[in-house]
């Protein structure tokens, strides 16, 4: 049975009587309304009505489901557990509950260990109005994901959908995007895109926004995507599963060096003694387990402040050693981006250095026009010692960079010297 929420949690029974016989859902080629989802989620409560253990465990499955799943398990007062894999180390008890909880999820892990963190409905709710406004959302009929519902990006994608009215898609493929209704954005990462660029066959689409987060993108990103999307804008923005939107800026026309936007409505960033980027906003999670609500989050990235515009230097965890001089692997990046098709810079542990700096690349120019080049770019502690080829630079399930992987790869001899 759905019972009757708190303001801080999901309010479904109020958008189906504002949106009951629009479309919701899109999946597997037939539509869903409000009022269709709202049945499904009736039949799903039954499972949860009077469930003994409270918090339970949501992977990835058939889209539709784990929809109707999450929304039921919600709805009855339990609280999902969302992640692409759960383990028994992740045991959460009663204690661990608060009356302003949503829903738990894990970090993606790409900087450590993951962490199972806690969010409610008004920390969200509030970015979704604001996004609403600040985006033009309105003027949309559709809203996509490339990104897995079991991620912080896809759940976000699909509840803001939901919120707002719109008609919501999850697509795993770049021709997925020819099956959008009306006006469409879409929210994803920049591999997403990136992956797709050499394939020029995708006829026109009704793209008009997209959304990519999760990745910083160059000069030379931005040219390949806008040539395959010219009609759409193309918006980049800057957070984490724990703090949401921090930045965002309009990258239709290009963006500056290192540059991460303009922060996000009530949003205050400051920058700590070691550059570290300290957030403060309406938009925060609400902690760890068995931790309190914090007031402001110290993110895993480095960076500065320019007139309200925040700068990216890099995560803290990316940092090169190299000789005592603290090297960040986006600067060596944005340096080699137009002498190969793609690349990432690393660091591999030396015992005289500490670490050298790596670089690994797609279809490079030769060796010896890329030390002259990045030579005349970088501060001699900054060029690379090792430069690497390969066809693909491997991606997390996330479809995210590790470099740490990376580096274990090297390791293990994968990469080809050139």
């Known amino acids: 049975m759905i019972k009757t929420k708190s303001k801080n949690q999901f309010p479904l029974k109020d958008l189906l009587t504002k949106y009951g016989s629009q479309p919701v859902i899109s999946s597997v080629g037939k539509d869903y309304t409000y009022w269709q989802l ?14 003994s253990e409270k918090i339970i465990k949501l992977t990835e499955n058939d889209p539709l489901k784990f929809i109707t799943d999450f929304l039921a398990i919600v709805q009855t007062e339990n609280y999902p557990l969302i992640g692409s894999f759960i383990t028994d180390q992740f045991d959460l008890k009663i204690k661990d509950l608060t009356t302003e909880t949503f829903f738990f999820g894990l970090t993606s892990g790409t900087t450590g260990e993951p962490k199972v963190y806690r969010r409610n409905w008004l920390s969200w709710k509030k970015g979704f109005d604001c996004c609403r406004k600040l985006f033009n959302l309105d003027a949309v009929q559709s809203i996509a994901t490339s990104s897995p519902l079991t ?7 699909l509840m803001l959908a939901i919120y707002l009215g719109k008609k919501f898609y999850l697509i795993d493929n770049i021709h997925q995007l020819n099956s959008l209704s009306g006006d469409a954005c879409l ?4 591999t997403f895109l990136l992956q797709s660029s050499n394939n020029h066959n995708i ?6 926004t997209i959304f990519l987060g999760g990745g910083t993108l160059t000069s030379q990103g931005i040219k390949k995507i806008k040539q395959q999307f010219s009609q759409a804008k193309l918006f980049e923005f800057y957070g984490s599963s724990e703090t949401s939107f921090i930045s965002w800026q309009d990258i239709t026309n290009g963006k500056f060096k290192f540059s991460a936007g303009q922060l996000f409505p009530n949003t205050q960033v400051s920058i700590g003694l070691q550059q570290e980027i300290i957030v403060t906003s309406p938009y925060l999670f609400s902690g760890y387990l068995a931790q309190t609500p914090p007031k402001n989050w110290v993110t895993d990235d480095l960076g500065f402040l320019k007139k309200n515009h925040l700068f990216l230097l890099g995560r803290k965890a990316d940092l090169i050693d190299h000789g005592g001089n603290k090297v960040a692997p986006l600067e060596i990046e944005t340096a080699a981006s137009d002498l190969c098709q793609k690349c990432v810079a690393f660091g591999v ?20 026009q890329l030390q002259k080049k990045l030579a005349q770019r970088l501060e001699k502690f900054k060029c690379p010692n090792i430069y690497l080829v390969t066809n693909e630079i491997p991606l997390t399930s996330n479809l995210k960079i590790s470099r740490s992987q990376l580096a274990q790869a090297y390791r293990n001899g994968e990469y080809d010297e050139i």
């Open 38 to 51: 709202f049945k499904l989620v009736q039949r799903a409560t039954k499972r949860f009505d009077n469930n």
């Open 203 to 208: 006829p026109p689409n009704n793209l008009r």
């Open 349 to 368: 542990e030396d015992q005289v250095y500490g670490q050298k700096i790596a670089l690994l690349m797609i279809k490079p120019i030769t060796k010896k």
């Open 151 to 157: 991620t912080s990006l896809g759940l976000h994608t």
């Open 187 to 190: 929210f994803s990462v920049p």
